[in-house]
């Protein structure tokens, strides 16, 4: 049997906690023998939650008591040095400390973001861990780098997420010498923001990625890049809308086929195959948003998180350390800052 | 019988030149009597789409011949210079010598957008013209402001723009009081990269809008703001996201709804009603987007632009004359430059 990779899972972050985290670690360590899950949050209120399941290992499942919560209305820096005692705080030490190897939670994301780079620390050479959540296109999924909470990068930020990117889709999603884009306002070359300009060419020298130019936002759900690299503004807004515009859809469409008895009928026949697709096109269900960079892996669930996401998360947490992306990420800033040193001398 | 607003309409710009925008002409004068279109473009290309239509009142429409035509890919600031008698260049300089109210193209937007600043002018006071599109929205339409090819906006740019579309969604789209947002990556005021955060408070101190404080890309599709400011990369991103997003859903629910026998009949009886409710949410359907802060109005339309969204954007225009926008614009930028310097005295 492979080592077992210790997940550590908030069991208090989220809009449906502690239930659902709960019940994703019980399906995770049922699903999987190579997972250890590590809940964190009030002793009594989980065990009260584990004791609705049973048939399930019980030695995979350990509880470690952590008696605050953060709130996602906290500011987060001031909640990560005040509650040290929080779900949140205690999981992301025990990264830090090596006694898990990856944090679950569908928490605040501001306390996760900067408890992931306060408490777990960067890996050396990496000046800004990017949260890079996967999206849904027409023909899979993409990774959008960077939707965190660290805006107005500098054109050296965007290199390393393009690179940390590349590594991820070509390990934990498996595609083969993945397509790097870098968001923009029109195809051309001279197109762009400052950033921009002044992060094409960088990019483009760049040997150890798969760089295919510029992407505008139109292309992006149809999957023409699988690294999508921004700064985290326009992440953000890339995020929330594809959210937005998705929900807004979906509600026109139902309104539309209640306008007459004949669409009614027709909609009662296409509802469950339409149900499946869409589903397939709703970014929540990709568990979750890898904090990259970091010296321990951090995923950031969504705040309305199901037990079928958080245990995406914590299965992309084992696909993460079984393939060794923290050594492979920090092995390829460190070969570039040599080669920028040896250039330089 | 109110004055005839004289409108351009550039008849070489676009996808379906010169066939649609010759047949919005047609239909705008057979529509209504206020309007005189003026055609520019190849005179015997014109007159051979115009042959073929009969029963309108060809007294309002006139031919302007212009013997060069502005491809989409030529450098912008190269074409206007160069093409003195492209169809663009001759509108454009049409409404600078008063000779026209307005221009409509569905051409090249960068020389659009080139062109009116250069040709026709700013208003005494606009810093910098935005471009600004209606955008569909579940209420109805939204204008996002500025989608233009200035990008990397400084805070002034952003409160002028405010200003602009709040005047415009009151008098041409008839919305009382428009709320006014500005894009952000979250809704707390600490919030926001370094653009935004400086912009935020010169916002809230403005009295002639009704600031409503940050939206967040997600809320945009719902129609929370009526007036979207943003940067005009983030307004790109938004723009040509919603487009993307719209198609990858419609043609993931095609193909969903062809997985099953039962599925098939369904679409068959809903596919009416849908097209109606997908055509609600379609950018096209609206007409273009002005380029405001001109001293004569400029309206963009699709490169796609069919005959209808052509013609919606001259009765825009006619609008927009009638309402006196520019004149209102006008001097709500100059008054509160007087504020401002008598405030500094």
Same mark, same amino acid.
């Given at each position: 049997m492979a080592e077992q990779v210790r997940v550590v899972v908030d069991a208090m972050g989220g809009d449906n906690a502690p239930a659902e985290p709960v019940r994703a670690a019980v399906e995770a360590v049922t699903e999987r023998q190579d997972i250890k899950v590590i809940l964190t949050g009030k002793q009594e209120v989980i065990d009260k939650e584990l004791a609705k399941y049973s048939g399930y290992p019980?030695?995979?499942?350990?509880v470690v008591n952590a008696s605050q919560v953060i709130e996602t209305a906290e500011?987060?820096?001031?909640?990560?040095?005040?509650?040290?005692? &929080? &779900?949140? *705080? *205690?999981?992301?030490?025990?990264?830090?400390?090596q006694e898990a190897d990856a944090f679950v939670s569908s928490g605040s994301t501001g306390a996760v973001l900067v408890g992931g780079q306060v408490l777990v620390g960067r890996s050396k050479g990496v000046e800004r861990p990017p949260l890079a959540p996967l999206i849904p296109t027409t023909k899979g999924v993409s990774l959008l780098i960077d939707c965190g909470a660290n805006v107005d990068a500098r054109p050296s930020h965007l290199v390393q997420f393009a690179k940390m990117g590349s590594i991820y889709m070509e390990n934990v999603v498996g595609i083969?010498?993945?397509? *790097?884009?870098?968001?923009n306002n029109g195809a051309e070359e001279e197109k762009g923001?400052?950033?921009v300009k002044e992060t094409f060419p960088l990019l483009k020298e760049c040997k150890s990625i798969n760089f295919i130019g510029s992407i505008e936002a139109r292309d992006i759900p149809?999957?023409?890049?699988?690294?999508?690299?921004?700064?985290?503004?326009?992440?953000? *807004?890339i995020l929330k809308l594809y959210e937005g515009v998705g929900s807004a859809l979906v509600q026109k469409i139902k309104e539309g086929m209640m306008t007459s008895t004949r669409s009614k009928i027709g909609a009662l026949l296409v509802k469950p195959a339409l149900k499946e697709t869409l589903k397939s096109f709703d970014a929540t269900e990709y568990g979750g948003a890898p904090l990259l960079g970091l010296k321990?892996?951090?995923?950031?669930?969504?705040?309305?998180?199901?037990?079928?996401?958080?245990?995406h998360g914590i299965f992309q947490c084992v696909q993460f350390k079984q393939e060794k992306i923290n050594e492979k990420i920090a092995e390829r800033i460190l070969e570039d800052q040599e080669v920028l040193k040896s250039g330089a001398e």
């Amino acid at each position: 049997m492979a080592e077992q990779v210790r997940v550590v899972v908030d069991a208090m972050g989220g809009d449906n906690a502690p239930a659902e985290p709960v019940r994703a670690a019980v399906e995770a360590v049922t699903e999987r023998q190579d997972i250890k899950v590590i809940l964190t949050g009030k002793q009594e209120v989980i065990d009260k939650e584990l004791a609705k399941y049973s048939g399930y290992p019980k030695n995979q499942i350990q509880v470690v008591n952590a008696s605050q919560v953060i709130e996602t209305a906290e500011p987060p820096v001031f909640a990560i040095r005040k509650k040290k005692d &929080s &779900s949140i *705080v *205690v999981g992301l030490n025990m990264v830090k400390k090596q006694e898990a190897d990856a944090f679950v939670s569908s928490g605040s994301t501001g306390a996760v973001l900067v408890g992931g780079q306060v408490l777990v620390g960067r890996s050396k050479g990496v000046e800004r861990p990017p949260l890079a959540p996967l999206i849904p296109t027409t023909k899979g999924v993409s990774l959008l780098i960077d939707c965190g909470a660290n805006v107005d990068a500098r054109p050296s930020h965007l290199v390393q997420f393009a690179k940390m990117g590349s590594i991820y889709m070509e390990n934990v999603v498996g595609i083969k010498n993945p397509k *790097v884009a870098i968001v923009n306002n029109g195809a051309e070359e001279e197109k762009g923001n400052a950033l921009v300009k002044e992060t094409f060419p960088l990019l483009k020298e760049c040997k150890s990625i798969n760089f295919i130019g510029s992407i505008e936002a139109r292309d992006i759900p149809a999957g023409y890049a699988d690294v999508v690299v921004c700064e985290a503004f326009v992440g953000n *807004v890339i995020l929330k809308l594809y959210e937005g515009v998705g929900s807004a859809l979906v509600q026109k469409i139902k309104e539309g086929m209640m306008t007459s008895t004949r669409s009614k009928i027709g909609a009662l026949l296409v509802k469950p195959a339409l149900k499946e697709t869409l589903k397939s096109f709703d970014a929540t269900e990709y568990g979750g948003a890898p904090l990259l960079g970091l010296k321990g892996l951090v995923v950031k669930t969504h705040g309305s998180a199901k037990a079928i996401e958080i245990k995406h998360g914590i299965f992309q947490c084992v696909q993460f350390k079984q393939e060794k992306i923290n050594e492979k990420i920090a092995e390829r800033i460190l070969e570039d800052q040599e080669v920028l040193k040896s250039g330089a001398e």
